[in-house]
C-alpha cells in the first residue's frame, strides 16, 4: 500500500509558476513509475506527466499541452515526485492528482490539489 499526499496547489496570475508536490508513504525506488493527472470542472481526468525508471535510465513523457512548460523530477531520498508549472494558463485550473504505480500494477492516488488559473 502507498499513500501520496499533493501539495503545493493555489491561485497563481495567467503567466505564472507553481511546483506540486508528492510525497509518496514508501520508497519511490519500489515504485514504477509516478504520475500527474489533472481534471478540470466538467472533464475527465487526463495524463499530465510521468516520470520512470529502467535501470539507471529515467524517463518522462509529458502531454502535448503542458510540453516546454511543465517539468516533472523526483527526489528519491525524500520519496517525493514534484511537477514545476511554468507559464501557466487558465486552461490549466484543474485539480491536480498524483499516481503512483508498483511492481504488481497497481495503481495508487492523491487526494488531490486545486490550481487556479485566473487575474
Known amino acids: 500500500q502507498v499513500q501520496l499526499v499533493e501539495s503545493g496547489g493555489g491561485l497563481v496570475q495567467p503567466g505564472g509558476s507553481l511546483r506540486l508536490s508528492c510525497a509518496a508513504s514508501a520508497s519511490i525506488r519500489r515504485i514504477n513509475a509516478m504520475d500527474w493527472y489533472r481534471q478540470a470542472p466538467g472533464k475527465q481526468r487526463e495524463f499530465v506527466a510521468s516520470?520512470?525508471?529502467?535501470?539507471?535510465?529515467?524517463?518522462?513523457t509529458y502531454a502535448d499541452s503542458v510540453k516546454g512548460r511543465f517539468t516533472i523530477s523526483r527526489d528519491i531520498a525524500e520519496n517525493t515526485v514534484y511537477l514545476q508549472m511554468n507559464s501557466l494558463k487558465p486552461e490549466d485550473t484543474a485539480v491536480y492528482y498524483c499516481?503512483?504505480?508498483?511492481?504488481?500494477?497497481?495503481?495508487?492516488w492523491g487526494q488531490g490539489t486545486q490550481v487556479t488559473v485566473s487575474s
Open positions: 499516481r503512483a504505480t508498483d511492481a504488481y500494477g497497481r495503481n495508487y
Open positions: 516520470i520512470s525508471s529502467i535501470g539507471i535510465t529515467t524517463y518522462t
